[in-house]
C-alpha cells in the first residue's frame, strides 16, 4: 500500500502545490489515486489554512474527496489542531461525516481517549509512532493495541544519513506489538530514504506534500501525483 499524505501542516508557505481548501483536496486527492496511490490522508484545513477537527470542516472535506475517489480516507487527530485534550475529544465526538480511518499521535496527552472514541464511532485507526518519543512503549502497554487498524511509524529525523538508522530503531522498538501491519515513513530529507527502507521491507508507506516538497532528484515537486509516481518507482526498486 502506497498511502498519499496530500498536505499535512503546510500552507501557503510551502507553495502552491500545497491543496488548501477543499476543492483543491479533493483535486490532488483524485490525481494522486490516478498515480496509483490506494488510500488517502488528509488535514482539513479552515479558511485561514490551520488545521482543524471541526465537525462543519471535516465533512466538507471528506465530501468532496469522497466525491471524486474510492479509496479509504483519513484525517489527523493531531495535538496542534486542538492542544487541549478534552475539546479534541468533544471535536471526535462531535464528528456527524466520518473518515475511514484517523492518525491519532500516541505520545500526546488524551491518545487513549481519542483512540477509544474513534473505535466507537466505528473509525479505523492508524497508532502514529514517532521517533524520538515514547510512542512505542505507550502503545505496547495499550489495551486498545489489537483493535488498531495499523501503526503509523513516522520518523522524524530529516537528516538523509541518519533516518534509515533511526527507522530501523523504530521498527525495533515497536516490535511485534499487538501484531499490526505497519505503515512506515519519513520527512523531509528522510522521507525518500524511508521509502526506499519501506519497499525493501516490504511494508505499507506514504508519500505526498505533507512529507516531502521535493522529488528524488532534488527538484520541487509539482504536485502530489508527480510524488506518487515517483515514490512507486522507488519503493519498487527496492
Known amino acids: 500500500m502506497v498511502q498519499v499524505c496530500l498536505n499535512g501542516t503546510r500552507g501557503a508557505a510551502d507553495g502552491t502545490a500545497v491543496p488548501l481548501s477543499p476543492e483543491t483536496m479533493a483535486e490532488s486527492a483524485a490525481e494522486a489515486v490516478a498515480a496509483g496511490a490506494t488510500d488517502v490522508h488528509v488535514h482539513p484545513k479552515t479558511p485561514c489554512g490551520r488545521d482543524t477537527l471541526s465537525p462543519r470542516v471535516l465533512a466538507v472535506t471528506l465530501e468532496a474527496i469522497r466525491a471524486r475517489v474510492s ?3 483519513g484525517v489527523t487527530t493531531g495535538a496542534w489542531a486542538e492542544p487541549d485534550p478534552a475539546a479534541r475529544l468533544d471535536r471526535v465526538r462531535g464528528w456527524s ?4 480511518h484517523a492518525s491519532v499521535n500516541w505520545h500526546e496527552p488524551g491518545a487513549e481517549e481519542v483512540a477509544a472514541a474513534l473505535l466507537d464511532l466505528g473509525v479505523g485507526v492508524e497508532a ?5 518519543t515514547d510512542g512505542a512503549e505507550r502503545f505496547a502497554a495499550s489495551r486498545l493495541g489489537p483493535k488498531v487498524l495499523r501503526v503509523l511509524a513516522e520518523v522524524t529525523d530529516t537528516d538523509p544519513g541518519g533516518a534509515v538508522s533511526a ?9 511485534s506489538a499487538h501484531g499490526r501491519p505497519v505503515l512506515l515513513h519519513g520527512e523531509d530529507g528522510g522521507a525518500w530514504p524511508v521509502l526506499r527502507l519501506a519497499g525493501r521491507l516490504g511494508v505499507a508507506t506514504r508519500v505526498g506534500l505533507e512529507d516531502v516538497l521535493v522529488l528524488p532528484d532534488g527538484r520541487r515537486a509539482g504536485s502530489n501525483a508527480e510524488l506518487v509516481l515517483a515514490g512507486l518507482g522507488e519503493y519498487g526498486a527496492r
Open 71 to 73: 479509496v479509504p480516507v
Open 97 to 100: 461525516v466520518l473518515p475511514d
Open 167 to 175: 527507522a530501523r530503531v523504530l521498527l525495533s522498538d515497536i516490535g
Open 128 to 132: 502514529g509512532i514517532w521517533s524520538g
